[in-house]
């Protein structure tokens, strides 16, 4: 059986990408979504590989269910995405205890959840592959977006560690650092603040989702790299 893979937050912008990509490779494609069911649905009709999971992933007892019914109805899991998230511009002191639940659920405890309900059984069958997908943002930091910065620096040190815990059990664990990506999480900035951000990028232009479908596609069929953060960005950041 080809290998299976249950991308969170699949059926709109980066994850989407991914799916398409990877589906188009021949995997079978579990493309979870919450409330962009439409998107979601289309991107089913348009992929035979992909099938799409409705689920909260800030939620256990919703993980479970998925990660449960996944399990019987394909035997495995080989690969698992984390790509869900939100983000919300903010200053650090009009930030309100729902907005710390809301983001840091959303983006970081998803990805512990739903890796923590995947990984048993990764670990039983000696073998997996965990990308997750922060921000370069979890690198540097970001002015009026505290909580995201503090939520995808969480995933990479999640990566880090777990990298090191699974290693013996064969399973890879790496991170993504996006920088700017032409995605509907970045449609609040007007084209003057686009051309403006433009000129920083020593490459002189935004990334694209293809950019970081072809990074995952390379780190599920590597062998050798565990535990890195790679940040596309365009030399954006360069650590």
Request: hydrophobic share 35%.
């Amino acid at each position: 059986m080809n290998k299976v893979v249950l991308i969170t937050g699949g059926s709109r912008g980066i994850g989407r990408e991914i799916a398409i990509t990877l589906a188009q490779k021949g995997y079978q494609v579990i493309a979870n979504y919450n409330k962009s069911e439409e998107q979601a649905k289309k991107l089913k009709q348009e992929n035979t590989n992909i099938e799409i999971f409705k689920a909260d992933v800030s939620k256990r007892e919703e993980v479970h269910k998925m990660v449960e019914e996944i399990i019987r109805r394909y035997h495995k899991i080989d690969v698992l995405i984390n790509n869900a998230g939100i983000s919300e511009s903010k200053i650090f002191t009009d930030v309100t205890d729902e907005d710390w639940n809301k983001i840091i659920n959303n983006d970081l405890y998803s990805a512990f959840c739903t890796t923590q309900e995947v990984i048993t059984s990764m670990i039983n069958r000696k073998e997996g592959c965990i990308i997750n997908i922060s921000s370069i943002w979890g690198l540097v930091g970001s002015s009026c977006e505290t909580i995201y910065s503090i939520a995808k620096a969480g995933i990479d040190a999640m990566t880090k560690s777990l990298a090191k815990e699974m290693g013996p059990s064969n399973i890879r664990v790496n991170s993504i650092a996006p920088g700017i990506i032409d995605t509907d999480m970045n449609k609040c900035y007007n084209q003057r603040e686009i051309e403006d951000i433009k000129e920083k990028i020593p490459l002189e232009k935004i990334g694209k989702t293809s950019d970081i479908a072809k990074c995952v596609n390379w780190l599920i069929e590597d062998e050798y790299t565990t535990g890195q953060v790679i940040s596309i960005n365009g030399g954006w950041v360069i650590l």
